[in-house]
């Protein structure tokens, strides 16, 4: 008799958990309000306390008959709380020996996520959702938050800004609603295939500015690189002023509408720091990454198609880029600093000194001293940097790696100091000078041409270009302009024919 009231006990406590947990599991996907959603997982789990209770008075003998119905989501915490992400022992291997975020028994992985990377800023996401939601109760009107859930997706009513003390009608802040972006002095946005992906407070963020729409890619814990539809950057555990956070780094990747995450480096003991921007090609990611904030620091690259990475057997490297197979960096090295060297990926070089050095030695015998190396995207065996020198006309070194073993140098003199940014055929985007200010500018091969723009009051740096659109930052902001809408007001048109 006593064994027939359990079983039935038994039916009616797994019917209404599994009735319950199915409803709880929509709450929670359909529902901001978190705390009601607690409550009912609360009222449920003093339902099964006392049925436990309940069937250890019946029979004492039970253990074997409780057992053979496991608690399999022990181990599956509500990952919206950062407490459970720092208490989930992440990352975990999958059966290939791979790190995954993916916690066994708890997640499927997906199509776009197959290693679970939302996992990882999950409470993040949560935290400014909620934060975001407040402020729109308290008043529709707001204009200082501004969130979606869950990434990626298009943040809510959130256009790029036009007017007030921008300098054209052709231009567009694009630091709007609280989003602001970075200081520092390092590259933390690009343009490729028709967007911006920026580095925003801590959050990776693209703006399509033909539709003016953003779209909140995911967390960033500074050093976003965008290129050729990828980004890289590092991510936090939890946040990054808190002691004891867990660093890795991830790529996304937009294909077809789509973003793909991967999970692409951690080092042994979960500290991977990101000591400066990556440079991102079509084939080919580079990676500065040191041991937490520490100077034991390696330059890394990789296939994107295989993430196996490879050191350069340096600690860092400034300024460069990387187009087709082929990477140029700028580094100090024991002859001289401002060094540029010239690599080819394929070759799967285990050193810099296995790659080709740009810079030459002058008459003395001293090696020149190259600014801002960039291929050409276009021709990935033509180079250009600025010659970094305090005597003679300011000068562009053109070299052409057609011929592997005896590359052709070009010297261009120029009207004016130039910082070359983005090589693109015969256009190229640099920073120079009028007077204090930093001033963004094109330049014309075939003409050799300068065109710069007519009023500069706030300062142009890190400029880049897609198409027509052209993107800089200043202090402070992240702004966007309409080439084309600029020939027409300004008369400067460095797509002219």
């Known amino acids: 008799m006593r064994n027939i009231l359990i079983i039935l006990l038994l039916s009616v406590f797994w019917s209404c958990t599994s009735c319950n947990s199915g409803e709880t599991k929509n709450d929670i996907d359909t529902s901001p309000d978190k705390d009601s959603n607690l409550i009912d997982l609360d009222n449920i789990q003093s339902d099964i306390d006392t049925l436990v209770t309940d069937l250890d008075i019946i029979d004492t003998d039970t253990s074997q008959d409780i057992n053979e119905f496991p608690d399999t989501d022990a181990d599956c915490l509500d990952l919206r709380y950062n407490e459970n992400t720092v208490k989930t022992d992440f990352p975990f291997t999958d059966k290939n020996g791979k790190p995954t975020f993916c916690r066994p028994g708890c997640d499927t992985p997906t199509e776009t996520d197959p290693q679970c990377v939302r996992n990882i800023w999950e409470w993040d996401n949560w935290e400014k959702y909620q934060k975001y939601l407040a402020a729109e109760k308290e008043d529709t ?199 540029i060297y010239y690599c080819d990926l394929s070759k799967y070089p285990e050193s810099y000194k296995e790659c080709t050095k740009a810079t030459r030695k002058d008459g003395t015998g001293k090696y020149e001293k190259g600014h801002s190396p960039r291929i050409d995207e276009d021709n990935e065996n033509r180079l250009i940097y600025y010659m970094y020198e305090d005597e003679g006309p300011p000068t562009l070194i053109e070299v052409n790696y057609s011929g592997e073993n005896n590359p052709e140098y070009k010297e261009i003199e120029v009207d004016q100091y130039m910082q070359p940014h983005k090589v693109k055929g015969n256009l190229m985007m640099f920073t120079g000078w009028r007077g204090s200010k930093i001033i963004s500018c094109w330049y014309r091969f075939d003409k050799q041409k300068s065109y710069c723009p007519v009023i500069n009051n706030e300062g142009m740096e890190f400029s880049t270009f897609d198409g027509k659109w052209w993107l800089w930052r200043n202090s402070i902001d992240v702004q966007i302009r309409d080439t084309e809408c600029y020939c027409k007001e300004e008369g400067i048109c460095p797509f002219e024919e």
């Open 141 to 339: 009107n707001q204009e200082w938050e501004r969130e979606c859930y869950p990434w990626p997706c298009e943040l809510p009513d959130m256009k790029g800004s036009t007017g007030g003390s921008l300098v054209s009608k052709c231009d567009r802040r694009l630091s709007v609603n609280g989003y602001r972006s970075t200081m520092g002095a390092v590259w933390t946005h690009g343009m490729s295939n028709g967007v911006a992906g920026m580095l925003m407070n801590r959050d990776a963020v693209e703006y399509d500015p033909e539709k003016d729409v953003f779209t909140k890619i995911g967390q960033a814990a500074g050093r976003v690189s965008y290129n050729k539809s990828r980004y890289v950057f590092p991510v936090y555990d939890r946040p990054y002023d808190k002691e004891g956070y867990r660093s890795f780094v991830v790529s996304v990747e937009k294909k077809n509408g789509k973003y793909f995450y991967e999970f692409i480096y951690n080092n042994e003991i979960n500290n991977a720091f990101m000591s400066n921007p990556s440079f991102v090609g079509e084939t080919w990611v580079l990676i500065q990454i040191c041991k937490g904030d520490t100077k034991f620091c390696d330059v890394k690259y990789s296939r994107t198609d295989k993430w196996e990475w490879h050191s350069l057997d340096i600690g860092s490297v400034y300024e460069g880029n990387i187009v087709g197979n082929k990477l140029t960096f700028l580094t100090p090295d024991e002859t001289a600093d401002r060094q």
